[in-house]
């Protein structure tokens, strides 16, 4: 078993930055890909950002490419979502979520586990 708890969200004006992050325990040692999943009212839970144990090959969606970042601090069983030039459209509740696949996927069954998520508003 691994449990995942996400932490760092919050109210943020538009344009500004926040910073998620996953702490892992449990079978730590056996999760390979690391990713942020989010989930806004009335739609469907959708891939944002992945990364992998080594952290030397990520994948991100376009909602997220040149404005987030995902890092990972396996020493601290973390993982870091930084998001910046935040928008409206952003607002939604995060998931952290691992699998032991070797691949970064945007298919949210392909995962093993998940947090309970985090909420990230950011007015209109």
């Known amino acids: 078993q691994v449990q995942l708890v996400e932490s760092g969200g919050g109210l943020v004006q538009a344009g500004g930055s926040l910073r998620l992050s996953c702490a892992a325990s449990?079978?730590?040692?056996?999760?390979?890909?690391m990713a942020w999943f989010r989930q806004a009212p009335g739609k469907e839970r959708e891939f944002v950002i992945g990364v992998t144990r080594s952290g030397d090959s990520t994948y991100y969606a376009d909602s997220a490419k040149g404005r987030f970042t995902i890092s990972r601090d396996n020493a601290k069983n973390t993982v870091y979502l930084q998001m910046n030039s935040l928008k409206p459209e952003d607002t939604a509740v995060y998931y952290c979520?691992?699998?032991?696949?070797?691949?970064?996927?945007?298919?949210?069954?392909?995962?093993?586990?998940w947090g309970q998520g985090t909420q990230v508003t950011v007015p209109s």
């Open positions: 979520a691992a699998r032991f696949g070797r691949i970064i996927s945007e298919i949210t069954t392909r995962y093993d586990y």
């Open positions: 449990g079978r730590t040692d056996s999760v390979y890909v």
